[in-house]
């Protein structure tokens, strides 16, 4: 809560399942993490059961990014550009409850042609949707995952020179170091943290009172 990024756990599956991440958050919870605010997260096999059962006052806003990639990736290079600039009318909407509303004109126009699209984003809208309730300062911290994607890239630095571990345990050790070295340049607080901060106390005064 003081506004600094920090790796809470380094975690190796062989498979993404609800078992899996419920094993992860038990994990974090054992060792001490009391309360999640809000998640952040990929449209991951098995995460959304794994979130409700592990903390069910938790908010979780599923990656506006990751959702569009995942939604143009068939689109024909000729219509590209414009279905994407009808996804956007979506999630730059000042509001959920227009957002849904340019979501179903969306349907609409494209359904006969894409719609696995709107199947998509109506399936998951729920999750989608979160970064509505929080003021401009907090969406643009949550409306993606972006922030762990750049991490990934400098956790690969310490992996991709090596074309085999021994064992899992000298991956783990090679990881830990390379996020104890990451994490030495999270020097600044996050931009604005200060009005972050004060709405959150706000907005999130139950929760943060449990921790």
Known sequence: MDGMKEVLGIYIGSVESSKYWVSVMNDLKTRGLQNVLIFCTDNLNGLDSAISACFPEA???KCIVHQIRNSVKHVS???LKEVCNDLKTIYKSPNAEIGFANLEEFCEKWDKKYD??????????E???T???YPEEIR???YTTNPIESFNRCIRKYTKNKPSFPGEDSLMKSLFLGVKNIE???KTKIKDWGIIYSQLLILSDHKLNKI
């Open 59 to 61: 908010d979780h806003q």
């Open 77 to 79: 290079y000729k219509g």
């Open 116 to 125: 696995y699209i709107g199947k998509s984003w109506v399936k998951n809208w």
């Open 127 to 129: 999750e989608l949707s």
């Open 131 to 133: 970064f509505w309730q």
């Open 140 to 142: 643009k911290l949550i």
């Open 184 to 186: 030495k340049k999270w």
